[in-house]
């Protein structure tokens, strides 16, 4: 059976992840196409009347619809040009803006409004089936076409901008939210007797969210290479990267005891032990984790003492 590619998997990601960005702002694109179509008639409308009233004595031979058309495709040219942009400016606007990433957006802008008037004039230059006047073409383009086309990149840029603060605000928001959740539920537990006091919380940290978990709910720890994978009673995995010997020195040696060079095991959470070639102890998850035979007797003690 063929599996997914890592270009397929991330192509699929990628349409995934603009279907959401649509749907979350579908208001707010719907409102952008309503004045982009209004901007573009109220164009067409513009240019009908100059060339009627001010064409000095040249007779007229477009109608309206071929000047909106007209209008519409050289927008399009826009579109094609400023999805390139755009990727450009999502690459390199992460972090604090300093005097680099604004030559960055400026050289952005300056290729964009350049590319956009050499295709409109290479359009219209081929529609003619002339090359003659492409100079003409591209001077009367640049004059009258790219005050518009520079104000629309910028603009385009501050909604690029405008977005990705909006998404950060709301995952800043969102991760507020959960720890104050989570805040409250370690206070519940707290108030109903569930957690004592003493008891320690472990700061679990992915990215930029901190998951607090109470050492009460944490099963056993394992060392995987330059991390510890921390087991809870929910069935849930948290990685952290740490060696175990260093996290070790923050729990308590009253509740958590390293019965193997791999593994450290909370006391309250053993069911059984099994002594034999491979010795074991059983959680109360109903899982296995191995005890070192130089650990068997410190692990008797300190069930006797939990």
Known sequence: METPSQFNILERNM???FLNWTKRYINSIILSLVCFLTFVVFEAFQQMFYTENFNNGV???????EVLTGGLYRWMVWFAVAIPLVIGILRYSSGIFNTRKFLVHTGFVALALFLNLLIITLLNASARASWIV????????????????FIALVF?????HYF???EALELQTSQVGQLKRTNQEL???LEKGQLSEESLVLEIKTGNRVKLLPEDKVLW??????????HDLDGKTHTLR????????????????????KAIVNLNSIKEYKLGDVSLVVLSNGQEVPIAQSRVKELKNSLQLA
């Open 156 to 160: 385009l840029i501050l909604l690029v």
């Open 59 to 65: 007779a007229v031979d477009l109608n309206f619809w």
């Open 134 to 149: 492409f100079a003409e073409v591209f001077e009367f383009y640049f004059f009258h076409k790219a005050p518009v086309i």
């Open 187 to 189: 206070f519940e537990e």
């Open 242 to 261: 740490s060696s175990l010997k260093a996290f070790e020195k923050k729990l308590p040696t009253k509740k958590f005891l390293r019965i193997h060079r």
């Open 164 to 166: 990705k603060g909006l």
């Open 221 to 230: 720890i394992e060392a995987d290479d330059y991390c510890v994978r921390i």
């Open 15 to 17: 349409i995934a992840d």
